[in-house]
């Protein structure tokens, strides 16, 4: 089955302590992304990988950190969280044709204290 | 920055009504797809338009592109239950696999 697995699906911590969250996807796509969700907000992108150890800044990076080592997996990195980045955070994928479908993991929700 | 802007944020129904969902912005965009999203779960997509003009019908969802692909409208004709949940728009630029997602649509349908 096509999926795009994050975890965890939970998580509640404190500001300054590092997290990461994994996503990995068995569908072989080229790119990957992170969103945050947000009341009113829609979905605003953080960052996203066009390929193995090709990253770059989306549309709100401050904060967060990735990485690309292999392509079914991109986990987003928060150095020192704090609660300003408490949000529903959700991890795509897609192939690089035009118009493609993305496919969206479950989610995370983070609370940051 | 390319925007979209939906409207309504949300629409509560009775079951049987109609409703129509629209997603606006001053640029343009290479396509738009619609997904649909529900407490718990990542957005699903719904469709993807691509032409200028364009409408497809999914059953009782009909899905418009903008003569100038800078809008697109969600139409559900004889809303149900099932129907409900949060409905984003997102829109394609002419580079790039980057999706611009609107705000989002919360509808509410009534038995």
């Known amino acids: 089955e096509a999926q795009v697995t994050q975890n965890p699906r939970y998580l509640i911590t404190v500001t300054g302590k590092k997290l990461t969250v994994t996503c990995s996807q068995n569908m072989n796509h080229e790119y990957m992304s992170w969103y945050r969700q947000d009341p009113g907000l829609g979905l605003r992108q953080i960052y996203y990988s066009m390929n193995v150890e090709v990253t770059d800044k989306g549309d709100v990076p401050e904060g967060y950190k990735v990485s690309r080592k292999e392509k079914r997996n991109f986990p987003l990195i928060l150095e020192s969280p704090s609660p300003n980045q408490t949000s529903l955070y959700f991890c795509?994928?897609?192939?690089?044709?035009?118009?493609?479908?993305?496919?969206f993991g479950q989610g995370t929700r983070l609370t940051v204290v | 920055t390319q925007l979209l802007e939906q409207s309504p944020q949300f629409l509560s129904i009775q079951e049987g009504e109609n409703l129509t969902v629209y997603c606006n912005s001053s640029s343009v965009f290479s396509s738009l797809q619609w997904y649909r999203q529900e407490p718990g779960e990542g957005p699903v997509l719904l469709v993807t338009?691509?032409?200028?003009?364009e409408v497809k019908k999914l059953k009782r969802l009909t899905f418009q592109f903008g003569d100038a692909r800078k809008d697109s409208s969600l139409h559900i004709t004889a809303a149900q239950p099932g129907d409900t949940g949060l409905y984003l728009c997102?829109?394609?630029?002419?580079?790039?696999?980057?999706?611009?997602f609107g705000g989002g649509t919360r509808v509410l349908v009534k038995p």
């Open positions: 997102a829109g394609k630029g002419a580079a790039g696999n980057k999706l611009t």
């Open positions: 338009v691509v032409t200028g003009g």
């Open positions: 795509a994928s897609s192939g690089l044709e035009v118009n493609t479908e993305a496919f």
